[in-house]
């Protein structure tokens, strides 16, 4: 079907285009709110600026579509393909996106706030200065991202994989992110004040700089991660893993580090008045040097 007679046709007052075939096609400027597009091929289409909010674009292919300042707030991605697509600031929010393939899609400055990307493959793709607030990304694939300086404040990250993804400069504050993969990630200076954290993988994260103040870390794996700098003021760390991690010149005020693992932990620097290290295994890697076994504090 031509664009032409979509707009046509949509005037005229129908609203299923389910299954039709725009591929290429331009539709940019449009305003299409409501379409029903379920399955539709929007393949290469230009889609920029065109309003499709409350849109049922459920399964519809859109691999390397333009969809520059387009708005789809509330529309309905789920299982659609993206892949390549570029948003650049679009307007998603509220939008459902669950099980969506948008690797290596586009999203600059787009607004995904309270938007549901849960089980979503973001592979790659570029979400920098990306708005996520109260977003669910839960089971979300977001390895190897770029994510510089997103907002994910309150959003729902729990059992997501971020390995290797960056993060610098973004912001957690309490956001879910317990059985998160965070593995090799550039976490400098972000902010997760106050997030959930417990059960997730860090090793070999970069968080250097980042707050982690009021953030609850207990059993995470830290091992050989970079904290240097970081603020960990009342955060909690029971039972966590730091074996190798780096937590020179931290500041770990009142930190609770109840039966962490801590071997050949750097704490140089580090500020610990306050710190409860009741029953951790503690070995700081400036001991190394004297040979001296592990101990546990009482």
Do not use: W
Not at 75 to 96: E, M, Y
Not at 264 to 285: H, Y
């Amino acid at each position: 079907m031509k664009a032409r007679e979509l707009v046509d046709r949509y005037n005229q007052g129908f609203r299923d285009f389910s299954d039709t075939d725009l591929n290429r096609e331009n539709l940019s400027g449009m305003g299409l709110t409501a379409i029903d597009l379920a399955n539709a091929n929007l393949s290469e289409a230009n889609l920029s600026s065109t309003t499709l909010n409350e849109a049922n674009l459920y399964g519809a292919k859109l691999s390397t579509t333009i969809l520059h300042r387009a708005s789809l707030s509330d529309a309905n991605l789920c299982d659609a393909d993206l892949n390549g697509a570029s948003l650049i600031k679009a307007d998603l929010h509220g939008a459902r996106l669950e099980r969506a393939n948008l690797r290596d899609a586009d999203l600059t400055g787009a607004n995904l706030n309270a938007v549901s990307l849960a089980n979503s493959d973001l592979t790659g793709a570029n979400l920098s200065c990306v708005s996520l607030v109260g977003a669910n990304l839960e089971g979300a694939n977001l390895a190897e991202a770029f994510l510089k300086g997103a907002n994910f404040d309150g959003a729902k990250l729990n059992g997501a994989n971020l390995e290797g993804a960056n993060l610098s400069g973004a912001s957690f504050s309490e956001a879910n992110l317990s059985h998160a993969n965070f593995s090799a990630c550039d976490l400098s200076h972000a902010n997760l004040y106050a997030a959930n954290l417990s059960d997730a993988l860090l090793v070999k994260a970069d968080l250097s700089g980042a707050n982690l103040s009021g953030a609850n870390l207990n059993e995470a794996n830290l091992n050989d991660a970079d904290l240097n700098g970081a603020f960990l003021v009342d955060a909690q760390l029971g039972r966590a893993c730091l074996d190798g991690a780096n937590l020179s010149k931290s500041n770990c005020y009142k930190a609770n580090f109840k039966g962490a693992f801590l071997l050949r932990t750097n704490l140089n620097g580090a500020n610990l008045n306050c710190t409860d290290f009741t029953n951790a295994s503690l070995q700081p890697v400036d001991q190394e040097a004297d040979r001296n076994s592990e101990y546990v504090t009482e």
